[in-house]
């Protein structure tokens, strides 16, 4: 209800102003979107439960959406020409836009969500979101999973092959240089793209993978700016050297 009536006051608004009135559609909008507007109502989660008192609405309180300098970080898929919505995105102030095929990713001005619903070209737009899991605990997966005994077996180390990896940051406490050193990470690796402020998960699994293919190189872009800007998606992954491969 919040919702339709700030909409409502926003095309009375340009009604009176001679504006050509907008077409708005919340349903383009995820509802974890809209809780980061000022004066919406979060939504109720969770199944109906029977109590003795009758049935109740089971509350499931759900984090809120990360943002940064009042954006956050939205992913969309196009209603037709992407480009389109990429254009429509510049003009609300959005950042990083990255667009593959019919989807779009960028950094939107918190203040802009309200305008998404307006949006001729867009279907649906939900925030990009993305979890961590950084620890101090040593992994024992090379043992695990027997990959040490087939580098005995079958005399490979990975030596070739060039490993992308793909998490929060991998540099962003800058102790890359310290692990390379100390014989943790390998001394090629293609940093990609990546972000400060977080875990660096991505050296922590760059370090679980050197001890599993101590000869293979290694790659980094960072998985917390949206699926169209990922080496994969968007081409941008740098082309390996002659001789080796990407896996993913």
């Not at 667009?99 to 998404?116: D, N, W």
Request: hydrophobic share 50%; net charge negative.
């Amino acid at each position: 209800m919040h919702k339709l009536t700030i909409l409502a006051a926003a095309l009375l608004v340009g009604s009176e102003a001679g504006v050509q009135a907008q077409i708005f559609d919340v349903s383009k909008v995820s509802g974890l979107l809209w809780e980061l507007v000022d004066g919406v109502a979060a939504p109720v989660y969770g199944p109906v439960v029977l109590t003795a008192s009758g049935p109740q609405q089971a509350v499931v309180q759900r984090a809120r959406v990360p943002t940064a300098d009042e954006y956050v970080l939205i992913t969309a898929i196009a209603d037709g020409e992407a480009e389109i919505l990429a254009s429509q995105f510049v003009a609300l102030g959005a950042e990083e836009i990255a667009v593959a095929g019919r989807v779009v990713s960028a950094r939107l001005p918190v203040g802009s969500i309200t305008s998404l619903a307006g949006l001729s070209s867009l279907r649906f737009a939900r925030p990009a979101l993305a979890v961590a899991n950084a620890g101090l605990t040593t992994s024992q997966g090379d043992n695990a999973q027997g990959s040490v005994t087939a580098r005995a077996a079958f005399k490979v180390t990975g030596a070739g092959v060039r490993v992308g990896i793909l998490s929060d940051s991998f540099n962003a406490k800058g102790q890359m240089a310290a692990g390379i050193a100390s014989g943790d990470l390998p001394a090629d690796i293609l940093i990609l793209a990546d972000v400060t402020g977080t875990t660096d998960e991505g050296r922590a699994m760059g370090e679980i993978v050197h001890d599993v293919a101590p000869g293979a190189a290694q790659a980094f872009h960072t998985a917390w700016r949206g699926k169209p800007t990922l080496p994969t998606a968007s081409g941008r992954c740098a082309t390996p050297a002659a001789g080796s491969s990407w896996t993913m």
